[in-house]
């Protein structure tokens, strides 16, 4: 029993030095956790962009708004950036219009001298993780430091958010990418390794028709995941659908997000005949896609080397799109740059994937 067994150990350990690309990321992937998720979570959060406006009549600009405004432009934690990025507005209706379409996340009233010791009101995105609290954190400091002693209003302009809802929506993009890599790239190579490619080949069918019927096939398994977890989230986050455009909007995100993601992991799928490398290599895109797209923290937390990777990020434009229509109820006017970078990627995606496929047949 004794020799079998070191038999097969010495088999199995054989297999396993033979393969030095799950080996390398074997070892790659802990401490990509550690540089990735640790800096993702949980970071201290800057560079938040509010606005500052004095309440009408306005005649001159009041101590107190000065004073308040330079406290908030110097309001920082010890050894870190500055807390907010702020932005004087001319009037109320100009400040709204920037928070309603996302240029800030929140914006502070000050009162004019005309009527004195009136409340300070604070318009928040409450949409956001914990930002809208560091916005009041840092106005009542201000005030504070200013010597203030009036009242401060807080108005959430879209309602009471809770954390379950806006880590729903990241839940949605994460479960298109699940399910694409199951039922895309890892079918995929399963058909390579069974003979089932080889088998099209000698068909009329083009390669170029093969990985588009594998990206089709998969990235309507996909958008059916990503739906399915957007009724979920309907019923157990509790988050409101405010009418049929915003529906279709979702719908329409959703699918083009399948499409682009479909079309990356098939285009990596096609140059692994191993499903041991190619679970590596996927389980580094999930890791790097996810943690970067502000499902779980504020993109403001992360440090600068790692937000550059939101800008590539189409998971990180899905997510963003998908909060802007269903918590804040936001309009093409706003996700259009999602839209176009999400078109964008996915014509790449299904072209490299083309070309990639080609090339592992050759």
Do not use: C
Not at 207 to 225: C, E, M, N, P, Y
Not at 256 to 268: A, E, K, N, P, R
Not at 304 to 312: A, E, F, G, N, P
């Amino acid at each position: 029993m004794i020799r079998g067994a070191v038999a097969i150990f010495r088999r199995d350990f054989r297999k396993f030095l033979t393969t030095p690309f799950v080996i390398m990321m074997t070892l790659f992937m802990p401490i990509m956790y550690l540089l990735i998720f640790g800096n993702a979570m949980g970071g201290t959060i800057t560079g938040i962009s509010i606005g500052v406006v004095q309440e009408e009549p306005y005649i001159i600009e009041t101590p107190l708004y000065v004073s308040a405004l330079q406290n908030l432009q110097h309001y920082h934690q010890s050894d870190k950036p500055a807390m907010f990025l702020v932005t004087a507005f001319t009037s109320e209706e100009a400040a709204g219009n920037a928070l309603k379409t996302g240029k800030i996340l929140g914006y502070v009233v000050f009162p004019s001298d005309v009527v004195p010791g009136r409340e300070v009101r604070v318009y928040l995105d409450s949409s956001e993780y914990m930002i809208p609290s560091l916005i009041q954190g840092g106005v009542s400091a201000a005030l504070a430091q200013a010597g203030a002693s009036n009242p401060v209003h807080i108005y959430n302009i879209y309602g009471d958010i809770e954390y379950l809802q806006f880590f729903g929506i990241g839940v949605i993009v994460m479960g298109i990418f699940m399910t694409t890599m199951m039922g895309g790239g890892l079918a995929l190579i399963r058909d390579r390794e069974m003979g089932i490619i080889e088998g099209y080949l000698v068909t009329p069918v083009k390669r170029s028709s093969i990985i588009l019927g594998t990206i089709g096939s998969g990235s309507v398994k996909a958008f059916l995941s990503g739906f399915i977890i957007f009724l979920v989230d309907i019923f157990v986050a509790g988050i409101v659908i405010r009418g049929p455009a915003d529906f279709f909007m979702v719908l329409f995100v959703l699918t083009i997000t399948s499409v682009g993601i479909t079309s990356l992991v098939v285009s990596l799928a096609s140059r692994f005949s191993s499903q041991q490398e190619y679970a590596s290599t996927i389980a580094f895109f999930n890791l790097i896609l996810f943690m970067t797209s502000g499902a779980f923290y504020p993109v403001q937390g992360m440090p600068y080397w790692l937000r550059w990777i939101t800008v590539i990020n189409p998971e990180a434009y899905a997510v963003h799109a998908l909060r802007s229509i269903v918590l804040r109820g936001q309009g093409i006017n706003v996700i259009g740059i999602d839209l176009l970078a999400l078109v964008i990627f996915s014509a790449v995606a299904i072209m490299l994937g083309i070309m990639t496929y080609r090339r592992t047949l050759e």
